[in-house]
């Protein structure tokens, strides 16, 4: 089992609609979480961190659940710009190392 | 803001080449690590380093050393480059506890 992963989607959106995906961890000890945004041929750029009790960010909410172990985004009134590869990703228990999930295509149309 | 410079967007090498990809940050972050990301597999770590003349195998080193001199600046060295090792290759840096940032990557190619 892959320590973090992501359903690769697409997942085809019209504009103006939301759009949830989920991502897992498999380990109980991670302590950070993070969404990043990626856009084609382009360097991974930090949408958002996620924190125990939710958190929003205009139209972006990320959630955390432990007892289940994933998080969560959710994106409202999506826009033809949120169109993207959003990347998972979960920092170990008293470590630097971060561990990436393969990501979420999402593809937001008119 | 944080910026992350690789020094190259697209690179062409030979089989059997020595080859060496630089990364420099302007944030005094002690970390910095090298990753490769190929289509189906995501991010991989390759190496990364958390002070100078520190460093850390990542998940995937085999084929790859680094060097940290200075505290800025965190080279990937390819000591003899094989066409698996065609990829694109992205430097990030943070500071303990924080989110890494990214470079632009660098596209490398392995003839």
């Known amino acids: 089992r892959k320590e973090v992963e992501q359903d690769p989607g697409p997942f085809n959106v019209p504009e103006g609609a939301t759009v949830a995906f989920n991502c897992t961890y498999s380990n109980s000890a991670s302590q950070s979480f993070f969404w990043y945004r990626q856009d084609c041929r382009k360097e991974p750029k930090l949408l958002m961190s996620?924190?125990?009790s939710g958190n929003e960010d205009g139209r972006f909410t990320a959630q955390l659940n432990r007892a289940s172990q994933y998080i969560s985004l959710l994106i409202r009134d999506s826009k033809l710009s949120d169109s993207a590869t959003y990347l998972c990703v979960v920092n170990k228990a008293a470590g630097n190392k971060l561990t990436f999930g393969g990501g979420t295509r999402v593809l937001v149309k008119p | 803001d944080v910026k992350v410079t690789q020094s190259s967007r697209y690179l062409v090498k030979r089989t059997g080449e020595k080859v060496f990809l630089e990364c420099v940050q302007d944030m005094d972050h002690e970390n910095m690590f090298w990753y490769r990301q190929d289509p189906g597999l995501g991010l991989r770590l390759i190496y990364f380093s958390y002070d100078v003349k520190m460093k850390e195998k990542g998940d995937i080193p085999e084929g790859y050393s680094v060097s940290r001199e200075k505290k800025e600046r965190f080279s990937l060295i390819l000591e003899s480059a094989s066409t698996n090792q065609t990829s694109m290759y992205l430097c990030a840096s943070n500071r303990r506890g924080q989110p890494q940032h990214f470079g632009d990557g660098t596209r490398l190619s392995i003839l």
């Open positions: 996620v924190y125990s």
